[in-house]
């Protein structure tokens, strides 16, 4: 392994096995791992305490569980990443807010569509109710938000697939796909829709095609998003879909800070600087599967305990 990047390294038991490697996410300065045992936070320190259960199960060959984690850790979503269902676990009381599910219209083709926005009372979910619809839902009540009617007017015949939301809460960029069949990917102004735009999710409002859908991606920052694709990485500027800047060679999971782009490669982990667009370092052999945007650390699962590594 590389030490050319310097930092500094942790490393924690974790006999608490995740399902897979969608089963890391960032908890306040450490991390949820979903497993057998259930919502395991492994603290900075390494202390561990069991914050929920969920009885999801994979059902097809394809199908498996994939964690996500709220702003400021009080909510957990597990979803079933080419499936079609989904729970919010209040992590403070261990019981479930929300249920989620989309149908089983072709939902083995992307990932469960999740994300969380906003931070404490005002923490809110988006999520698939149906193969062509999302809706927003109160974490903490699990109430409905985005109530409306649909007709051929407002209807799309797009596919939603994985969501990410932008840093600053006002974007989710969508990788989805239509027929016959093609990757697009669409972008949705999470902020007018909250804000009373009822149809905004149906605004239609593609800004790339890259060469599939399910690529890695990565807000830079509020209104730059780096899209894995075309034979590179492509900074999208939200919305206008325009290419700001391309990196060739970044390949595998993303990560940005704003001034870094990471990327887990099969190698190990690429550093990129997104001013001079060049690769600034490698940790070779190390191969994260998630980040902790409030430390800047990076996990991965090895011979059960979690490595970490921070800039």
């Known amino acids: 392994m590389s030490d050319d990047l310097g930092g500094s390294w942790a490393e924690y038991e974790c006999p608490d096995v995740p399902s897979n490697d969608r089963c890391v996410a960032a908890l306040g300065s450490g991390w949820l791992v979903a497993g057998d045992v259930g919502l395991v936070e492994i603290g900075d320190s390494g202390v561990r305490r069991v914050r929920g259960r969920v009885e999801l199960q994979p059902k097809g060959s394809r199908e498996r569980l994939a964690l996500h984690t709220s702003a400021d850790g009080r909510f957990a979503g597990v979803v079933v990443d080419y499936g079609d269902t989904g729970v919010v676990v209040d992590l403070s009381t261990g019981?479930?807010?929300l249920?989620?599910?989309?149908g089983d219209y072709c939902s083995g083709v992307t990932p469960f569509p999740f994300g969380f926005v906003g931070a404490g009372?005002?923490?809110?979910?988006?999520a698939a109710s149906r193969w062509?619809?999302?809706d927003v839902y109160d974490a903490g009540s699990g109430r409905l938000l985005?109530?409306?009617e649909f007709d051929d007017d407002n209807e799309l015949d797009y596919f939603h697939g994985a969501l990410a939301v932008s840093p600053s809460g006002r974007w989710v960029l969508v990788d989805g796909w239509v027929w016959q069949p093609a990757a697009a990917q669409v972008v949705i102004d999470l902020a007018a829709w909250r804000a009373g735009a009822v149809y905004a999710a149906e605004a239609d409002a593609g800004v790339g095609y890259p060469d599939?859908?399910?690529?890695?991606v990565a807000w830079v920052d509020n209104d730059t998003v780096a899209v894995q694709g075309y034979g590179g990485t492509r900074a999208v500027e939200i919305p206008s879909g325009r290419v700001k800047w391309t990196i060739?060679?970044?390949?595998?999971?993303l990560w940005?800070?704003?001034a870094l782009l990471y990327a887990a490669a099969p190698g190990g982990l690429q550093v990129w600087s997104t001013e001079t667009r060049e690769r600034v370092g490698v940790l070779a052999g190390y191969r994260p599967v998630a980040r902790n945007p409030a430390t800047g650390a990076f996990a991965e699962f090895r011979d059960g305990a979690l490595r970490c590594w921070r800039p």
């Open 99 to 102: 249920e989620v599910g989309r």
């Open 212 to 216: 599939n859908w399910d690529r890695p």
């Open 248 to 253: 060739d060679g970044a390949e595998g999971p």
């Open 121 to 126: 009372e005002d923490t809110a979910v988006v």
């Open 95 to 97: 019981l479930t807010t």
């Open 146 to 148: 985005t109530g409306r």
């Open 132 to 134: 062509n619809r999302l």
């Open 256 to 258: 940005s800070d704003g």
